[in-house]
C-alpha cells in the first residue's frame, strides 16, 4: 500500500507560479516512475509530467511544456511540479500518481499507474 499525499495548490493569477508537492510512503519510492495528471470541471483526467527513477527522464504534455517542470527528491520520498505561467485553462484538480512494478520507462496514460493522490485545486484567475 502506498500513500500519497499532494500539497501546495491554490488561487492564483494568470502569468503566477505555484509548486505543487507529493509526498510518498513506502520505502522503494526511488523505483517509483511518478506522474502528474489533472482533471477540470466536466473533462477526462489527462496527463501532464512524468519522470523517472532518478530523475533523469521526463516527458510533458505539449499544453504544458515550456512552463511546467516535474523534478522528485528521493531522500524525502517527494516529487514536485513547478508550475509557471500559468493560464485559466490550467484550472484543475491535480493528482499525483506512482507506478509500483516495471521497468524504469516513462508512462502518459493513467492505467500504468497503481496509486493515486487525493488531488489538490488549483484555480487561475485571469
Known amino acids: 500500500q502506498v500513500q500519497l499525499v499532494e500539497s501546495g495548490g491554490g488561487l492564483v493569477q494568470a502569468g503566477g507560479s505555484l509548486r505543487l508537492s507529493c509526498a510518498a510512503s513506502g520505502r522503494t519510492f526511488s523505483r517509483y516512475v511518478t506522474g502528474w495528471f489533472r482533471q477540470a470541471p466536466g473533462k477526462e483526467r489527462e496527463f501532464v509530467a512524468t519522470i523517472s527513477w532518478s530523475g533523469g527522464n521526463t516527458d510533458y504534455a505539449d499544453s504544458v511544456k515550456g512552463r511546467f517542470t516535474i523534478s522528485r527528491d528521493n531522500a524525502k520520498n517527494t516529487v514536485y511540479l513547478q508550475m509557471n505561467s500559468l493560464k485559466p485553462e490550467d484550472t484543475a484538480i491535480y493528482y499525483c500518481?506512482?507506478?509500483?512494478?516495471?521497468?524504469?520507462?516513462?508512462?502518459?496514460?493513467?492505467?500504468?499507474?497503481?496509486?493515486w493522490g487525493q488531488g489538490s485545486q488549483v484555480t487561475v484567475s485571469s
Open positions: 500518481s506512482v507506478r509500483l512494478a516495471g521497468p524504469d520507462v516513462l508512462a502518459r496514460r493513467r492505467w500504468e499507474y497503481d496509486y
